[in-house]
């Protein structure tokens, strides 16, 4: 059994809202908050990883010039990579910031990424979780 619901929705630029059955439409951003940017990162690296393994890009330089970013700038995304499987999931799972900063920065994590032994990562991984307060 297939049903069309038609109806009209208007936004005005910038407005981004959740649409739910026999809800009320509240502002995307006060029912969820904010995706912290290191999270939307590890998800870019992965997808960048994706598009040169499959071969849709040639390098990394490639990447830069759709991105609009230096190649320097694409290394430190792809390095993210580099970090264990469980860490890179505990990282794209992190809650969101309802306000106010990051409880985890790019900067911290990585030094995190650039040591080869996943075991010392863990390590390193839980005394920035804890030092964070998450």
């Given amino acids: 059994m297939l049903v069309t619901i038609e109806s009209e929705v208007h936004f005005e630029r910038g407005d981004r809202m959740e649409l739910q059955a026999g809800l009320e ?4 951003s006060a029912m969820h908050g904010r995706v912290p940017r290191v ?18 890009v040639g390098n990394h ?3 830069a010039v759709l991105g609009h970013v230096s190649r320097a700038r694409i290394s430190q995304v792809l ?5 264990a ?9 992190l809650p969101r910031a309802e306000r106010g900063r990051d409880p985890i920065y790019l900067r911290q ?3 995190i990424a650039a040591i080869l032994d996943w075991k010392k990562q863990r390590i390193r ?3 920035l979780r ?5």
């Fill in 25 to 28: 439409q509240r502002p995307y």
């Fill in 130 to 134: 804890a030092a964070s307060g998450q």
């Fill in 125 to 127: 991984w839980r005394l």
């Fill in 61 to 63: 330089a490639e990447l």
């Fill in 39 to 56: 999270s939307r990162l590890i998800a870019l690296a992965i997808r960048f990883d994706g598009l040169l393994r499959a071969g849709a």
């Fill in 109 to 111: 994590l990585q030094p």
């Fill in 79 to 83: 390095n993210l990579s580099n970090l």
């Fill in 85 to 93: 499987p469980d860490i890179q999931e505990e990282v794209l799972f």
